[in-house]
């Protein structure tokens, strides 16, 4: 009897040890993020996709703290095998001069750094200012392979790791539907090519295509299509589209749901929003990490604070699947725009430049004034 209760009481010891000690799993949402500095290792991975949700709260509230997120992700480029990176718009949010500024210096940070990325415009960002910086940025315009109507509210670009090809649309707040009628064309001409949609507002917080009768619509907040829109009329149609990231609703976590499209297809949707979390607690500059397996399939995410050095690890889904299409071909350089959708011309970011650099000049002698 004694023997037993020496092996019970040491056994008990070893799991308290094991509980202290060992990687954290994904804990029970409670309505409260819950944070660890350590989770379960990733494991074997090919490549990674790095994806920003709104950070409009940390630039405006904490400028100092802003560049951090990109500087992370430029520290840890090469170790975790960053791909690419996604902006989910409301880079801003007052759509102010300084806090553009920032979003600028740091989007240059990764394209000096050799880091692709896309960002997409959010309801707390100007169309005009939007188009300014990004418009400026000379790295971003050579990374596109076509914007509609010569504008970077709506771009797309081609990507391949390995042999796996991903076509990257980055998409206005609430785009209309010419914008879906044009990304249509140019999913069509690229069948062989992972579709993945990168736009403002699109999910809700309980997991579904946002409403008109949900929280801030585009439908009636500057935007023309609501998520359920977006999904009948443009992402449900398309066999090739296989994921669909988007913020503006705030989630302390990241919610990721999937549909069935008409083809028989799923399309994976991921909300990514830490806007209320930078407000209530301070900034957190998080980055959702999506490590991918060599053929693209299989997915493991991490959400990570940039400043908090911390996991939030309520997220109920952490790894998933994608159904890829498959390519026997190897890997080849983008294919270039064809003559009916016109890429983004060269001039447009040196016009911008000059646009910006005055702009520059009059909001100096604006505040000097004051």
Known sequence: ??????????????????????????????????????????????????????????????????????????????????????????????NSTQEWHRAQKSFWLLGESGVPHSQVRGNHDGKDQFELYLGSDMDYQDSIQGAFNDKMANTWRLLQVGEVKYLIFALDYGFGDDVIEWAGEIIARYPDHNVIITTHAYMYRNYTTLDYTEEVPPSTTGGVNDGDHMWDKFISQYENIKIVLCGHIDVDNVQISTQTG????????????????????????????????????????????????????????????????????????????????EPAPQETGFIAWIKNLIAMIIDFFTNLFR
């Not at 094991?18 to 994904?26: D, K, S, W």
């Not at 480029?77 to 880079?91: H, P, R, S, T």
């Open 262 to 341: 008409v083809h028989g297809n799923t399309v994976t949707q991921i909300l990514i929003d830490p806007q209320d979390m930078d407000k209530t607690l301070g900034p957190t500059g998080m980055v959702a990490m999506f490590y991918f397996s060599e053929d693209g399939k299989n997915v493991k995410l991490q959400y990570y604070s940039t400043i908090r050095n911390e996991y939030e690890i309520t997220s109920e889904i952490t790894e998933f699947t994608v159904g890829v299409v498959e390519s026997t071909e190897a890997p080849t350089e983008p294919v270039p725009t064809e003559p009916s959708v």
């Open 1 to 94: 009897m004694k023997i037993t209760r020496v092996l019970s009481l040491v056994l008990c010891l070893l799991l308290m040890q094991a509980a202290l000690v060992g990687p954290a799993a994904a804990a029970e949402y409670t309505g409260e993020p819950q944070w660890s500095t350590e989770v379960e290792p990733v494991g074997e991975y090919a490549y990674s996709f790095a994806v920003v949700g709104d950070t409009q709260n940390v630039n405006r509230l904490y400028p100092e703290e802003y560049y951090k997120i990109y500087q992370w992700i430029v520290d840890n480029a090469e170790e975790k095998k960053i791909a690419y990176v996604m902006g989910l718009g409301d880079i801003t949010d007052g």
